[in-house]
């Protein structure tokens, strides 16, 4: 089912599974962005393809118990996710599942799956970190 589901952004993840995120790569400045900037922020070369490491530790997190937007469970989790494998920290979802094991330094790994709706209503793919 999942194959058949896009994801909630394009360009943000391979379409083939196992899915893991898609950033840019600055060859000049050897820097990793995630989501992909049109060019580099440092120096404004140009940015190659880059697949980002599903491994990360937990940086920061908030637990949201309001109403959740698109159809995500509720309460949810967002936070920002260190990738030392791409020295690069990018804010995500986290395992609405999980939240009592979410702290932070704990170390998580990604998680893709139909998640919430898109901006149109329709069912999507959505990247989330959860604790290993």
């Not at 893991?20 to 400045?29: D, E, F, P």
């Not at 440092?42 to 109403?67: K, P």
């Amino acid at each position: 089912m999942s194959d058949e589901l896009k994801p909630v952004l394009d360009n943000i993840m391979e379409k083939e599974t196992p899915h893991r995120l898609v950033g840019g790569h600055c060859l000049a400045c050897n820097k990793y962005y995630f989501p992909t900037p049109p060019v580099c922020p440092s120096c404004l070369g140009h940015l190659e393809r880059a697949t980002l490491a599903d491994d990360g530790i937990l940086y920061s997190y908030t637990v949201v118990r309001i109403r959740a937007p698109l159809g995500l469970p509720q309460p949810y989790a967002v936070g920002y996710v260190d990738i030392p494998a791409n020295n690069l920290r990018i804010f995500s979802l986290l395992d609405s599942d999980r939240i009592d094991q979410l702290a932070v330094g704990v170390p998580v790994s990604l998680r893709v799956s139909s998640l919430g709706t898109n901006t149109k209503g329709e069912p999507c793919l959505r990247y989330f970190f959860t604790p290993k």
